[in-house]
T-cell receptor, first 112, second 111 residues
Framework: KAGVTQTPRYLIKTRGQQVTLSCSPI?????VSWYQQTPGQGLQFLFE???????NKGNFPGRFSGRQFSNSRSEMNVSTLELGDSALYLC???????????FGPGTRLTVL | GIQVEQSPPDLILQEGANSTLRCNFS?????LQWFHQNPWGQLINLFY???GTKQNGRLSATTVATERYSLLYISSSQTTDSGVYFC?????????????FGSGTQLTVLP
């Protein structure tokens, strides 16, 4: 069974631009979560989707948004990029809301 | 929210040595995960262990939920074991769930 996939793997943007990241969960998994990892803040929860509904959101500004499609694939969007948004963005999937989570390889975003 | 603390923050070993990594959490949890982050950033699942002990090759983990801690044991360490080890616990909010991560243990295994 294929693992969690994320595209693109690397991305370079400039301040003020917007970016969309994609995540395809493990087949059969219905829950997708997003995390941001930075050297200063560590791993922080962004949001979780289940059955196309956002179930929870972390403490991030409204510039960070996401959605989930009927096939469980998820996208997250960051608008008006700031230098501090440079990070590794990790996506995780699980079968349900209280099950083991499996992570993708991540998207490394650099904002110049 | 729940607090997760990992110790030690850094650990340097000679190849072949054994090590114990600790994870303390501030509230009761119904599961706990251990991960190894590889040099490319991907989190690799090691254990899903809400309680008790599990073993997988040279690695084993024990969670004592009533005392709010978990231990990860690495025996006969190899250079490929180097990297950052994270524990994570869920913080439930209604029907939603998020993983709260510790700050990690940076393990370096020297040849």
């Amino acid at each position: 069974k294929a693992g969690v996939t994320q595209t693109p793997r690397y991305l370079i943007k400039t301040r003020g631009q917007q970016v969309t990241l994609s995540c395809s969960p493990i087949s059969g998994h219905r829950s997708v979560s997003w995390y941001q990892q930075t050297p200063g803040q560590g791993l922080q929860f962004l949001f979780e989707y289940f059955s196309e509904t956002q179930r929870n959101k972390g403490n991030f500004p409204g510039r960070f948004s996401g959605r989930q499609f009927s096939n469980s694939r998820s996208e997250m969007n960051v608008s008006t990029l700031e230098l501090g948004d440079s990070a590794l963005y990790l996506c995780a999937s699980s079968w349900g809301l209280a099950n083991e989570q499996f992570f993708g390889p991540g998207t490394r975003l650099t904002v110049l | 929210g729940i607090q997760v603390e990992q110790s030690p923050p850094d650990l340097i070993l000679q190849e072949g040595a054994n090590s114990t990594l600790r994870c303390n959490f501030s509230d009761s949890v119904n599961n706990l995960q251990w991960f190894h982050q590889n040099p490319w950033g991907q989190l690799i699942n090691l254990f899903y262990i809400p309680s008790g002990t599990k073993q997988n090759g040279r690695l084993s983990a024990t969670t004592v939920a009533t005392e709010r801690y978990s231990l990860l044991y690495i025996s006969s360490s190899q250079t490929t074991d180097s990297g950052v080890y994270f524990c994570a616990v869920p913080f439930s909010s209604g029907s939603a769930r998020q993983l709260t991560f510790g700050s990690g243990t940076q393990l370096t295994v020297l040849p």
